[in-house]
């Protein structure tokens, strides 16, 4: 049971580079999240998805887009890195958009 | 002002005692709250939710939401040291879960 699937889990990108995080849980849940953490700042939320064909913002979108390509898989993209994107980014699923999350192991970047 | 405020401590306690976490909430309107758990390097994993006002006990776990004050609480009974990690309260607010910044605690031998 892989669960909740980031990829990459370590990246470094230069400032004004592009790249996109992967997220898939085959848990056949029908929410999805894209969280940021940093030091002293807990979690806080980028981006979800309550169910497939739908997104919405959440508390700190700037910078970011993100695809729910299909039910299980949902990505995050930083079309132009900045120094202030370094953070650990969680994905997480839900069965219903109710708040019992699963989160993958997140990935780690670093914009130089 | 953070939507979901905690005390982010440290909070040392010995073996044996009882930590007590403490998280308050701006939107009145929220139904549903959560604490998760998180050990350094690892992600958050849901320990407790609570939707009811009053205390909901889980082994040596137990959340206490009042809604009047906005005020969410979980208690941990004979703490143990494997119980040192950064406790995460989240809150439901209009279909998004709102974290607050995390409370570290030392359960100490």
């Known amino acids: 049971n892989a669960g909740v699937t980031q990829t990459p889990k370590f990246q470094v990108l230069k400032t004004g580079q592009s790249m996109t995080l992967q997220c898939a849980q085959d848990?056949?849940?029908?929410?999805m999240y894209w969280y940021r953490q940093d030091p002293g700042m807990g979690l806080r939320l980028i981006y979800y998805?309550?169910?497939?064909?739908?997104?919405d913002k959440g508390e700190v979108p700037n910078g970011y887009n993100v695809s729910r390509l299909n039910k299980r898989e949902f990505s995050l993209r930083l079309e132009s890195a900045a120094p202030s994107q370094t953070s650990v980014y969680f994905c997480a699923s839900s069965l219903l958009n109710t708040g019992e999350l699963f989160f993958g192991e997140g990935s780690r970047l670093t914009v130089l | 002002q953070k939507e979901v405020e905690q005390n982010s401590g440290p909070l040392s306690v010995p073996e044996g005692a009882i930590a007590s976490l403490n998280c308050t909430y701006s939107?009145?309107?929220?139904?549903?709250f959560f604490w998760y758990r998180q050990y350094s390097g690892k992600s958050p994993e849901l320990i407790m939710s609570i939707y009811s006002n009053g205390d909901k006990e889980d082994g040596r776990f137990t959340a206490q939401l009042n809604k009047a004050s906005q005020y969410v609480s979980l208690l941990i009974r004979d703490s143990q040291p494997s119980d040192s990690a950064t406790y995460l309260c989240?809150?439901?607010?209009?279909?998004?879960?709102?974290f607050g910044q995390g409370t570290e605690l030392s359960v100490k031998p």
């Open positions: 998805s309550a169910s497939e064909g739908t997104t």
């Open positions: 848990m056949n849940h029908n929410s």
């Open positions: 939107d009145r309107g929220s139904q549903s």
């Open positions: 989240a809150v439901n607010m209009g279909g998004k879960l709102i």
